[in-house]
């Protein structure tokens, strides 16, 4: 018995699968737009509790209204003594992005608002889960005899972040390129973690349930797990003579280079350029240029022999190596930066939901006969 199939879209490449005021990638001419703003008008003059008011209610704040957001944001950096305990219970080489995922599952469970889905209720969960997840990755960094500090009501976020991941307050210079590396990650339309947001919400799980599934699709390396592999393609080549072979022989093979090529952009990422001349900038100070060195030599040489360019991953890796932050937690800020972006989607996925349910290609087989097991 032969059925009529429909050819499955690989990948959904090219799919619409949602409306969205959020985020517009355009991919044919590198410009990334939030609520309308293209990426480079915001880039380097809003913090990051700025762009994430925009992303979650549409338009720029007020002075006074970022700073409510703000003390609002900061005051919810704390997690519940349960919490804690749960992530004391974690193995010393847990892997990062998994203690994350767990930490904001667990959190579902002790949230005031944990069974509830209004409008009022998601953003109050959307600004908690966006501070712990700030404290949880932060304390990932603690030498662990050290004590559990406090955010200060008198920071900003991106310092606060800081100051809870290094014990100390945080110069201007590393200051500022946290918030723009928040920024520039805090969304990107549809990708492969937010639909999992979404998808996950469609079923009217709550805003853990979907920040717990998009964190789950973040940490593969053809995602945001790409930022850690490319520090250890970096590391592994060591020297800017052995560039080109590497790559020939990494092309030749087959192998992908990470931090390279994306689904949607057929010119350069937008994001990459401002990471690129972060990542200039801080490695010459951070006594690493030979990193951004070897990053040069990689970008010119994939571009020659296979016509792909940087994605947002590949200069992030030296920009946050340069910053001093180990390589296991690079996709872990990659994740705190998302959750502004998440959390937005899962508002608006809620706010007009239909059950998010494609269908597939079945290649199975049909009319099988049982055969009781004795007989097999
Ligand atoms: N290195 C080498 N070749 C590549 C790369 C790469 N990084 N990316 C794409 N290609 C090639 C593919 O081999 C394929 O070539 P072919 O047509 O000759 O077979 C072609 O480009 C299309 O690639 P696909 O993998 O089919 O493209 P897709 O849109 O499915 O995947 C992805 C996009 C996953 C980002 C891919 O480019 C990739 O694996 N990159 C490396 C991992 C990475 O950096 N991920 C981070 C993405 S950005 C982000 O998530 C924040």
């Not at 940490?219 to 797990?225: A, I, M, R, S």
């Not at 059950?355 to 055969?371: A, E």
């Amino acid at each position: 018995m032969s059925k009529k199939r429909n050819q499955p879209v690989r990948g959904l490449k090219g799919i619409v699968a949602a409306d969205t005021a959020i985020t517009f990638v355009d991919g044919q001419n590198g410009k990334l737009y939030h609520r309308g703003y293209e990426l480079d008008e915001l880039a380097s003059k809003v913090c990051f509790e700025e762009m994430v008011y925009l992303l979650w209610f549409g338009t720029l704040p007020t002075a006074s209204q970022l700073e409510d957001f703000r003390s609002e944001l900061v005051a919810e950096m704390r997690l519940p003594n349960q919490v804690w305990d749960i992530i004391k219970l974690a193995p010393p080489n847990a892997n990062p992005m998994v203690l994350l995922r767990t930490v904001v599952s667990a959190l579902g469970m002790f949230d005031p608002d944990g069974g509830k889905n209004t409008e009022a209720a998601n953003i109050r969960k959307a600004r908690r889960i966006l501070a712990q997840v700030a404290t949880v990755v932060a304390h990932m960094n603690r030498p662990k005899d050290e004590p559990i500090r406090s955010a200060d009501g008198r920071m900003g976020f991106a310092e606060n972040f800081l100051y809870l991941f290094n014990g100390k307050i945080p110069r201007k210079l590393d200051q500022d390129v946290v918030n723009t590396t928040l920024v520039l990650h805090a969304d990107h339309g549809l990708a492969a973690s937010t639909f999992a947001a979404r998808v996950t919400v469609s079923t009217l799980a709550g805003m853990h349930s979907a920040i717990a599934a998009a964190l789950a699709s973040l940490k593969g390396p053809l995602h945001g797990g790409a930022n850690r592999a490319v520090m250890e393609m970096l590391e592994e080549i060591n020297e800017p003579r052995k560039v080109k072979a590497y790559i020939k022989g990494m092309l030749q093979t087959g192998q992908k280079i990470m931090g390279f090529g994306h689904r949607v952009y057929q010119t350069e990422d937008p994001r990459s350029k401002h990471l690129r001349g972060y990542s200039q900038k801080l490695s010459k100070k951070a006594g690493t240029s030979h990193l951004f060195e070897i990053s040069q030599k990689i970008e010119q040489e994939v571009l020659e022999q296979k016509g792909i360019r940087p994605n947002v991953d590949f200069y992030s890796a030296t920009v946050q190596s340069a910053l001093g932050i180990p390589k296991e937690l690079f996709t872990c800020i990659f994740a705190l930066a998302r959750t502004a972006g998440w959390t937005a989607h899962v508002m608006e996925q809620f706010n007009d939901n239909r059950l998010i349910r494609p269908t597939s290609n079945y290649t199975g087989g049909f009319d099988l006969k049982y055969v009781p097991i004795n007989q097999r």
